[in-house]
């Protein structure tokens, strides 16, 4: 299994612009995570989906974000519009059996707002 | 709610140990803990899901005490390897899944 992938593993745009962050959980696992990583605030759970449903989104700082799960292979995390203060690394996790394996983690996507 | 863990950074000498620790206000169903190194995703390196219950990974084991709400972490004879920062990750009492995590241990080992 290839593990969890996420696109961009960069991103750099400008403040007011929309930004989509891309994910593919592993086949099979049934939760997926979005969390946000910075120095000042640490690891923050944004939001997560059990079999494509979003199940908690109170971590979603404000309105200007917001999540899909379309199907099993793919969820978006989509900023509109940008703040330099989104800057961060946003990471996308999967388990299956509600988490006692483990989360694994993608490489995440280095977010720089300008 | 947040878990908290002390120290927030360690510095040790290769071959020397370390205890990190994790507590939480609220019952805990079960405790992960997990590796970043820099610039990297963080690395699942174990869960414990029962009260008092220790589990060993490498020279790596952790101990529960569900009673008290916290876990450790215990480094034995650290490796450079080990370098990193660690984080715990609690589920409150119902295990939904939703795993929060307290806000990171730094380890540097040096040679």
């Known amino acids: 299994d290839a593990g969890v992938i996420q696109s961009p593993r960069h991103e750099v745009t400008e403040m007011g612009q929309e930004v989509t962050l891309r994910c593919k959980p592993i086949s099979g696992h049934d939760y997926l995570f979005w969390y946000r990583q910075t120095m000042m605030r640490g690891l923050e759970l944004l939001i997560y989906f059990n079999n494509n449903v979003p199940i908690d989104d109170s971590g979603m700082p404000e309105d200007r974000f917001s999540a899909k799960m379309p199907n099993a292979s793919f969820s978006t995390l989509k900023i509109q519009p940008s703040e330099p203060r989104d800057s961060a690394v946003y990471f996308c996790a999967s388990t299956s059996q509600q988490g006692v394996a483990g989360y694994t983690f993608g490489s995440g996507t280095r977010l720089t707002v300008v | 709610q947040q878990p908290v863990q002390s120290p927030q950074a360690v510095i040790l000498r290769e071959g020397e140990d370390a205890v990190i620790n994790c507590s939480s206000s609220?019952?805990?169903?079960?405790v992960h803990w997990y590796r970043q190194k820099h610039g990297e995703a963080p690395v699942f390196l174990m869960i414990l899901l029962k009260g008092g219950e220790q589990k060993g990974h490498e020279k790596i084991s952790a101990s529960f005490n569900e009673k008290k709400q916290q876990s450790s972490l215990y480094l034995t004879a650290s490796q450079l390897s080990y370098s990193g920062t660690y984080f715990c990750?609690?589920?409150?009492?119902?295990?939904?899944?939703?795993?929060?995590f307290g806000q990171g241990t730094t380890l540097q080992v040096k040679p």
């Open positions: 990750g609690t589920f409150g009492s119902s295990n939904t899944g939703k795993l929060i």
């Open positions: 609220k019952a805990l169903y079960s």
